[in-house]
């Protein structure tokens, strides 16, 4: 018996019991969809080992290898790659503190670090907070890196020999691009051209849809010297149970031995206990997200083509963001307020997201049908 879709067994009436900052941050008259979270039940093999570690009173601090080793697995099973050497990771407490600790490591205070906006908002608050100077080199007008324009952010952030860095997102949040390998290769051959180190954040990973693939980054030509953080917090909806692993290619092994040993302290014991068990045994749970997501996505792109023809998207090949151009309705550089104030729907503005992001916004598809319609009616009736 195959698993149900995840998206349709919880009512909204159950999500608001919900406690974590997409059912409390608005009043309860606001429909959310501006933050990463799933409207799910846990996959079972999660609950279950979480259940029995806090039975066993196991809640100290997080050591090992397990975590490692389970994605070590996961990747060779799912990607066919078999490049996490675990002796090359250390565990983190999450995403972004091992991407702003690997940028502190391999960059000095006041280093330039480029991005590809549209991209993650954190990277640009991390990286602020870090005393790093952050460098645009926005994606194309199809969405996708552009080689041209990355190369030259790279050669003013290296200029006159300087260190510097770049958070690579892969998948691409909040467009929800894959990159293809023969892009990556394009980003790591201009990286060792400018002495540029990349820093690649691969949270969304395992959240790649009907037809295409993911690549990591690690596993193309010319990536040795580069670091990747990966996490099961998005792909089995555990962001609250912090773990991550931040992995190091071959040429950076030296690199992240210089790494603080502080550094690897963040990790909750019950996040890394979770992402273990989802990891490991939580594969069939996830094949019925992702077709729940192909679902979602397609029924998204049906109600916008029927109530409000005038947003255009790019139907994402990853993760479970839905990035919506919303320029032809009139609306404004941010139209997540105007939705707000008129429709009480609580999107993701565009603004945060760097160049790129005026009149954008950003829902989040791992909901159900139900509400994904209801999104879209109150969307529709805020532009009448």
Not at 103 to 123: K, M, Q
Not at 164 to 186: D, K, S
Not at 198 to 220: Q, R
Not at 350 to 369: D, H, K, N, Q
Request: glycine share 10%.
């Amino acid at each position: 018996m195959s698993t149900p879709n995840p998206f349709e067994q919880l009512t909204l009436a159950d999500l608001r019991t919900r406690t974590s900052v997409k059912w409390r941050l608005y009043p309860p008259d606001v429909l959310p969809s501006f933050v990463a979270e799933m409207d799910v039940d846990l996959a079972e093999p999660v609950v279950r080992a979480v259940t029995d570690a806090v039975r066993r009173g196991d809640t100290g601090y997080a050591f090992g290898d397990g975590y490692a080793e389970a994605l070590a697995a996961f990747a060779s099973k799912r990607w066919g790659w078999d490049g996490v050497a675990v002796e090359r990771t250390l565990l983190v407490a999450d995403v972004m503190t091992g991407l702003s600790e690997t940028v502190r490591l391999v960059t000095e205070s006041g280093a330039a670090v480029v991005v590809s906006p549209p991209v993650y908002p954190p990277f640009f608050d991390f990286m602020a907070k870090a005393d790093r100077e952050v460098v645009e080199a926005p994606l194309g007008a199809d969405g996708r890196l552009d080689l041209d324009v990355l190369g030259e952010a790279f050669a003013r952030a290296s200029a006159g020999g300087r260190a510097a860095a770049y958070l690579l997102c892969n998948p691409q949040n909040p467009t929800g691009i894959a990159h293809t390998r023969t892009e990556l290769a394009g980003v790591a051959a201009l990286a060792r051209e400018h002495g540029v180190r990349v820093v690649a954040d691969e949270i969304h990973a395992p959240i790649v849809l009907d037809g295409a693939s993911f690549t990591p980054y690690l596993s193309v030509d010319g990536a040795d010297d580069a670091f990747t953080v990966m996490s099961a917090s998005k792909a089995w909806n555990l962001a609250g149970a912090k773990a991550a692993v931040l992995l190091a290619g071959p040429e950076a092994a030296s690199d992240l031995a210089r790494m603080p040993e502080v550094v690897g302290h963040g990790a909750s014991q019950l996040g890394v206990v979770a992402h273990t068990a989802a990891l490991r045994d939580g594969g069939e749970w996830l094949d019925a997200a992702l077709r729940g997501l192909v679902e979602n996505r397609n029924h998204l792109a049906s109600e916008l083509e029927e109530r409000v023809p005038g947003v255009q998207w790019n139907r994402p090949d990853a993760t479970y963001l839905a990035w919506l151009d919303c320029r032809a309705l009139g609306l404004g550089d941010d139209p997540a307020a105007v939705m707000l104030e008129r429709a009480r729907v609580a999107l993701g503005s565009g603004l945060p997201y760097g160049a790129g992001g005026e009149g954008y916004v950003r829902i989040t598809t791992a909901t159900s049908r139900a509400i994904l319609t209801e999104i879209v009616e109150r969307m529709a009736a805020a532009i009448g």
